[in-house]
Each structure stands twice: as C-alpha cells, then as structure tokens.
C-alpha cells in the first residue's frame, strides 16, 4: 500500500490499482488524479476535511466511490450518498479494509458545539484519528497520522498522544495553519516523542509518499 501526503490532512492510499482518499479539504489544493478511487473517508464535517468542490472532483473521475462519514458528515453533506459509519464498524472498499474508532471531535472552546468524528485504520497498518487524539484499540500502531496543530490542540497534548499510541512509525498532518517555523517545531516535537517508544519519525511533505 502506497501513502501520499496532501496538504493539510489529507491523505491518498493506493494499492492493487485502486485509490482512498481520506479528509480532502478545503486547504488541500484541488484533487485531479481521481481516476480509479474506490472509497473516500471524511471524519467529520468541518470544511478543512471535506468541501463539495473536492468530492465532485473525485466523483466526477470515478463516479462508484464509495463516501463513509459518521452521522455529522451525512447531515452536512445531504446532497451526497453518505454511508454512516460509527465507532466499531469495519468495512471494506475494493482492497482496503476500513475500521473506525473515536466518535467525538476534540474540544475546540465550551462556545462551539463539538460535532461527530471517526478515526479509520486502513489495512490494520495506518492509524488516522482525525480531528481527536483518540487512540485505537487491539492494534500494535505500524504508521501513525499524527495531528500536529489545531485550534483545539496545544504541541504537549499532540506530543502525549504520540506517546500513548506509540507507533513504529509517525508524521504530522493538520499543519497548515502554521508557519515555515511552526511546522518545524511541532515536527521536531512530534519526533522527539515518537522516538520514545522507539519508532521513526518520517518529516513528510505536501506530496511526499511511502510504502506503508
């Protein structure tokens, strides 16, 4: 399985010939090479991980992909097939096996409502809790999608999460809110903590990719 990093938080995982895409968002320049996408996960309804403009874009070039959100996703996107996924379902989608945990975004401020999001494990292998710092159950974390700025985090909270989860292997997303020098702050304290556990850090970029 192939990972690409797009900008922001969102990701491309390609395997067997087919596409998922995860949390293709407003900051994520515009998606063109959609041809062959099997599924696409949204964890939650903010505009930085999903826009109507990008799911038609990958619509258009593969109009069976399958769109999984939980019930906050189904709402906000009411004129798109949502299938509702929640907290325990598994379900696979061409050659990937998608399981879901968490169930709640992070708190941003006691003044805005806290809406829906679902983690996804993809193949057992990557570990992406969207916008939470909840960590899956009964799996040895192999590749960690770590958030490493947000309104809702602070770096001390990102960095405990890393170590609670303690994966072989981490990189940040949720970064473009932050500058040049932010980014290579977070990212340095995101690698200091996963090397505690032992596991590598990989500095990825905007288009950067890796065999998972």
Known sequence: MRLTKFEHAALLLEQSGKKLFIDP???TTP?????NTAAIVITHEHADHWTPEQLNRILEASPDAVIYGPEGVVAAADGFA????????????GPFALRFFGGRHAVIHSSIPVVDNVGVIVNEQLV?????FAVPEGIEVDLLAAPASAPWLKISEAMDYVLEVAPKRAFGTHEMVLSGAGKRMAADRLKWATEQGGGEFLDLQPGDSLDV
Do not use: E, K, L, N
């Open 82 to 93: 949502i299938t509702r996924v929640d907290p325990g379902d598994a379900v696979q989608a």
């Open 25 to 27: 968002g407003s900051f």
């Open 128 to 132: 992406y809790p969207g916008d939470s």
């Open 31 to 35: 998606i063109t090479d959609a041809a």
